[in-house]
């Protein structure tokens, strides 16, 4: 049993990793924080979890947090979650921390599309989150920058293509679909119901800042430099992030072929399910798990491939993976407390 | 740790039988019934299962059914569920139906707006599943009929007030608001998401088969004869039933009082959550998990009282229910696989 | 052709005003105001108007206002719309207020829920803009307070059985249904898509300020006092208010005689429309027109009479409205600019 | 003032010929037919229409139609439309059909993609229904084939680059979303509200039937044989389509001047809108009018276009396109019936 503090819990990705430790074996939540809400309980900002969290949301500082806690979650904004990471650190506790701060290799990559780094000697010691790629890595890891949520669901669609040498690197196009819930719980006009509802749109078209952690980790797998086009766009609805990436296949190689190579890159992975050959997967069929559904066809017509990948993205793509990597960090079994089935409908 | 079957099991009550026992310690689930998908595996009619159930549905023969399982749900259409049941309880399996076929007292109230009961025998012998209200029955019984999702949100909604003599009986209005998936998974155009979508409506107007159910339970509270006006709705949301209940007090007493009225009636329930005064429940907060949460107000103006509950109605509307009243009758922990959290947002 | 002023134009009611009037063969819209967006284009915040209307927003003076424009809809927030309005009659110009402020006969009413009100003399010109009910002081007047959106769901629903003295005045009850642009266009967490979606719930139980605004014109109606039970809830929709409306009869009448009661009431209404027995209305149906949809039941069982009245809250609830109250005190035809069907789905 | 027929009326594009066209001031809908409902009245299947129209719905007799009306709308599936569209023409009726059946140049691709074509001599003489491409044919023709919804929005974005020659042929990608009235109004599992809701998929990867009909009208702008990847996905709205469209610029530009081209190419159009630099469109400022919103980025990174095109799936892409080839092929002015604002929100 693991005592855990959930640094800036007042956001959507706060109340999904209360939501998921609530009902983890080994786990309890001891400390709670919200610069915004400090004094309010837990249940006065989220109803949902009324007599079921007791605490009381406070201001952070981050000894009195590491009194309270032997494990750290931080889901704070970018910026200030490298003002009190290496705090945390320094007191000798472990970290996943979902902001940006701690995804990229270089700190020069993370200036260009953030601001200067705070701390790129902390930057260097992180380990990059997506177990299914690097969990070697993670298992050692004192700090862990949990991945995005378009980036979890590019790279595990991709991965496998890449490590195999099987895609022209030039020709790869990401174009991305999420759920409302990733524009956070901020007031903006933007995401009022009225806005969103049967308004589907683009954004952030070829500007977005994930595309730089797509690329580091694309070419990492590629063993050279990759670049990608990536379109994100909104749906409305509340949780899911469905991508829909195309290449040009370096080689010809049948869909049933390329279903194998995909089944044999994941075998194992208990979080990843290759679809059989025609399906292709919803969103709705991994929402509230942290699933990554994954379906392809290889288009003879024009030498293509198209791969579909699904994720909640407060689970797989935040909160979930969060947990995972956590429970690596631990020695806990990988799936305790992310058992649970997608709730469908 | 028991075997489980799920007879009707390709509905959306079904599915979240499946989902839930899933995750349950005590129970493996060793056989599945669809008369229209028999021979099909679960995953490929829902694909939000797939790695975690390898079941094949089966056409429904009961004693094949019972050779494999101790306990059975029967998520049939009413009608059809009193076709077998009595097979069942002769194989010596207690059930928990979720159909109306075993919900009432009297034959002749079902007879009147379903049709003549195949086994009113039998139907003496079932016992109405709420077990907030009828805990100790449910513990002794070998049949349970599982309350339907609007009842079930009406009488926890009223129970304390006619329990109490609170409330005159002639007065009691149910306004009910239903999410789509309460109308089943039949193609239907009706549900269809464009007929469903920005389109609020009542329906069956004063003619609801509900109705009797939720007065046979009144009057049994009141200890006499009461009547109610029930008006079901459809919301364009998948899950979610919320009802707003007015009745005449009988006396006087102001909202702070009444709230401990009802918090004292449900003291040491686990699936019951009076709010605070002021606040009132929302679908959302109960989505995904087996609460009822209810808020009221007593309107001095009026002389009224107005009782606002809320539960998700696939869980604690009905198959969350059927878990809870099996883990009663079969001595495990009433929350044992129900201890989720609402999925927020 | 006159020359139209829209006050207050950033808003939902603002651009639905913007929409409807361009479509009006005898309306040119020469000014629009709004604060907060004030140096902007209209297409600019609201891109669906983008190459229709050039207008650039200003900051409110009304006599700059006065001189462009005949007729003047202000579509304010209560109190401001007060602080403005009197200088627009002042200069001559004819007004319709969106808002509160004119909506009610007695400035102590109006104290009593919202705040001490600036002209009571303007009040006491003002006309209720509910054509359906009041066609003959709005053609002559020059003030006209547009009616609440829930308030002419209400209204319309019961005028009937009012006027004819067919329901116990004490036994009224408004259970009332919103879209969320009810809620407006402002940045508040309470309308964020993920608060909304999926979650369906009340507020403002017995609360309500358009309480008083429907008593008022339903004592009218009677000719006696008349308290309601009001109690509103939000769907997660865009557009549409269903209102279900109970009353027990003074005396018995079945519910063919009552539906010819209510197509006698309504004859030659263009916007009301009374449904077939059996029938109910949905907001799907009258959702981008003024049509006010109206079904009902008399529920012989409970000596009940049940309403449902739907209407698309932006339209006859609000900008549409207004559009039919400027007709009327223009003597154009009552239709003009408002004959759209309803866009479904 | 013309009458005119709608030819299969019951479903989504059939109710939305009868909404604009009860605008349209030069038409008088005198004929509506339908299989499945014959008998009954327009307001009986679609109550949005409800005192506005008081046809009856008849079974399809072509003699019968052409006695009633001089131009007519055929809204029936493939296979059906070639079936009768022949029987109009000989009985001297312009027609506009609204199914694949007179899209097509070539009998054989409309052969391998749907089935053998009844009368390919009439196929031949139709003209394929896209004014901003082939005005001048539509006002000459007697048959159009109105073009599909997809086709529309990715033929309209990408035209200008294609007759320019700026783009890669073998570049091309169209990732296209579409809500959910796309799939008709016919009862299936997979449109049912809670299997689409939270749903967002892709479907018909690679093997959409859509695709030759792109790939006819993009070659012929190119002058050379073009062929695209599309993949079309559901979105949980009702109405709209979004398409992202991804090509290898032939040479540098800039957005800049890649924006001007395309005002260049599209001046004079009323229904296409350029939004300017760092906009994209979204289905909500479309919805309900007959737009297509283009935004667009040069990604200097990558050497590719990014272009993102909106419309209202039912009208620019069905209904209302096929008024506006009503009235070029009548000497109406095109815009006639077609000026309606999108309603927002």
Known sequence: MIKV?????????????LR??????EVE?????????????????????????????????????????????????HQAAMEVVPS????????VDLSADYRFRSPDVYASWYQPHLNPEVLRTSVYGLPEIRRDSVSDAFLVGNPG????????????????????????????KSAVSGAG???????????VNEGFKAYGVAVHRHTPEIEQELSLLAGESVTISFTPHLVPMDRGILSTLYGRLAEEV???????????????EKFVRILPEGLYPSTSHVRGSNFCDIGLVVDQRTGRVVVVSAIDNLIKGASGQAVQNMNIMNGFPETMGLDALPLFP
Chains 1, 2, 3, 4 share one sequence.
């Open 5 to 17: 503090a959930v640094v800036g819990a007042s956001g959507y990705t706060g109340i999904e990793l």
């Open 185 to 195: 719980r901020g007031a903006k006009v933007d995401t009022l119901f009225c806005e």
């Open 88 to 95: 945390f650190l320094k007191l000798g506790k472990k970290v």
């Open 29 to 77: 939540v001891t400390c709670v924080t919200s610069e915004r809400s400090a004094g309010k309980s837990v249940a006065e900002i989220f109803p949902s979890v009324r007599d079921r969290y007791s605490l009381v949301l406070e201001r952070l500082e981050p000894v009195r947090v590491a009194e309270k806690a032997d494990f750290i979650f931080t889901a704070l904004p």
């Open 20 to 25: 998921i430790l609530h009902g983890h074996p």
């Open 254 to 268: 049948s869909t049933t072929r390329l279903l194998e190579v995909y089944r044999e890159f994941y075998r194992g």
């Open 149 to 176: 949520c378009y980036p979890t669901s590019i790279i595990l669609g991709l991965a496998p293509l890449l490590r195999n040498g099987m895609v022209d690197h030039t020709s790869l196009i990401a174009d991305s």
